[in-house]
């Protein structure tokens, strides 16, 4: 199947699959492969035509954000030089709309961890919790649902290499599981109360939360501060801070949570109803600069 997309609203499936807010897709040859909804997804692009297989095109356009007026919404952020140039840089780089479950997971495992070891921990997971599927002559993996991570012990868990975490996401699974608790739930409240009821997960802080909130919740005004995004600010938005503040905060590894809020609340502010937006080209673009 295949879809043709607008030319005049941009879509880059590598930019959006490479930046930093999912971990389960790989590049084999010349096609994309994930795993979403029980399924193997297999898509690639040429121009403006997307080809995929194994998914429906109402699958694509909502996971992939396409029905996202990126015009729109760059108008809205492009404040600056600097957010400008990340723009250019990577346009048509689209805000995912993930599982919950599997984003909230993810993102407990991300803390203090590169892509490559946090790619590695999901991947122990679903090998070790959940199903196999054979596909085009690959090996994939379902992502383990709450009932699976649930009734895993901590020490079961520490074995796919998730360290320290593994007592979170076991805690956090109990929760779910035993609580009944749907995290889809969460798109129906504000930003705020959202936030809030993440919070109440082990292992879930600030930036767990917000990220949680943009890349799977819609909630594409949360602004998740990491230290990439502390560089930019430092680096861009420095004169928005009190010198003070900016002292404070340069010679910290990680921020206290009222520096936390007052970085994110700078960038909910200064970008508006698209922050996440602006977070995630600003993020990508910091991260890969030379």
Same mark, same amino acid.
């Not at 009821?197 to 990491?226: H, I, M, Q, W």
């Given at each position: 199947?295949?879809i043709?997309?607008?030319?005049?609203?941009?879509f880059?499936?590598?930019?959006?699959?490479?930046?930093?807010?999912?971990?389960?897709?790989?590049?084999?040859?010349?096609?994309?492969?994930?795993?979403?909804?029980?399924?193997?997804?297999?898509?690639?692009?040429?121009g403006?035509?997307?080809?995929?297989?194994?998914?429906?095109e109402?699958?694509?356009?909502?996971?992939?954000?396409?029905?996202?007026?990126?015009?729109?919404?760059f108008?809205?952020?492009?404040?600056?030089?600097?957010?400008?140039q990340?723009?250019?840089?990577?346009?048509?780089?689209?805000?995912?709309?993930?599982?919950?479950?599997e984003c909230l997971?993810s993102?407990?495992?991300?803390?203090?961890?590169?892509?490559?070891?946090?790619?590695?921990?999901?991947?122990?997971?679903?090998?070790?919790?959940?199903?196999?599927?054979?596909?085009?002559?690959?090996?994939?993996?379902?992502?383990?649902?709450?009932?699976?991570?649930? !009734? *895993?012990?901590? $020490?079961? +868990?520490?074995?796919? =290499?998730? #360290?320290?975490?593994?007592?979170?996401?076991?805690?956090t699974?109990?929760?779910?599981?035993?609580?009944?608790?749907?995290?889809?739930?969460?798109?129906k409240?504000?930003?705020? !109360? *959202?936030?809030? $009821?993440? +919070?109440?997960?082990? =292992?879930? #802080?600030?930036?767990?939360?917000?990220?949680?909130l943009?890349?799977?919740?819609?909630?594409?005004?949360?602004?998740?501060?990491?230290?990439?995004?502390?560089?930019?600010?430092? !680096?861009?938005?420095?004169?928005?801070?009190?010198?003070?503040?900016?002292?404070?905060?340069?010679?910290?590894?990680?921020l206290?949570n009222?520096?936390?809020?007052?970085?994110?609340?700078f960038?909910?502010?200064?970008?508006?109803?698209?922050?996440?937006?602006?977070?995630?080209?600003?993020?990508?673009?910091?991260?890969?600069?030379?």
């Amino acid at each position: 199947m295949n879809i043709r997309l607008n030319a005049s609203v941009p879509f880059d499936l590598g930019f959006t699959l490479c930046c930093g807010q999912t971990f389960r897709w790989d590049k084999l040859g010349e096609w994309w492969y994930g795993v979403a909804q029980e399924h193997v997804l297999k898509i690639h692009q040429t121009g403006n035509l997307l080809e995929f297989e194994n998914i429906n095109e109402k699958f694509v356009r909502n996971y992939f954000g396409l029905d996202d007026d990126l015009l729109k919404i760059f108008a809205q952020i492009s404040k600056d030089t600097h957010i400008m140039q990340a723009i250019e840089a990577f346009e048509g780089l689209r805000i995912l709309r993930q599982d919950p479950w599997e984003c909230l997971i993810s993102y407990i495992c991300a803390t203090y961890k590169n892509i490559q070891a946090i790619k590695q921990m999901l991947s122990g997971l679903s090998k070790r919790f959940g199903d196999k599927i054979c596909f085009d002559g690959y090996d994939f993996y379902t992502f383990p649902k709450p009932q699976r991570l649930a !009734k *895993a012990t901590a $020490e079961e +868990l520490a074995k796919c =290499g998730l #360290g320290y975490r593994a007592r979170y996401v076991s805690e956090t699974a109990k929760m779910v599981y035993g609580n009944n608790f749907k995290l889809e739930s969460l798109r129906k409240l504000s930003y705020e !109360k *959202a936030r809030e $009821e993440l +919070l109440n997960f082990s =292992g879930v #802080g600030l930036k767990v939360a917000d990220c949680v909130l943009l890349f799977s919740l819609g909630k594409l005004d949360a602004f998740p501060v990491d230290v990439w995004i502390k560089r930019v600010i430092l !680096k861009y938005y420095g004169n928005y801070f009190p010198n003070e503040f900016i002292t404070k905060i340069s010679g910290k590894k990680s921020l206290t949570n009222p520096e936390y809020e007052k970085v994110n609340s700078f960038g909910r502010r200064y970008f508006g109803k698209y922050a996440g937006y602006a977070q995630e080209y600003l993020y990508h673009y910091e991260r890969t600069k030379r």
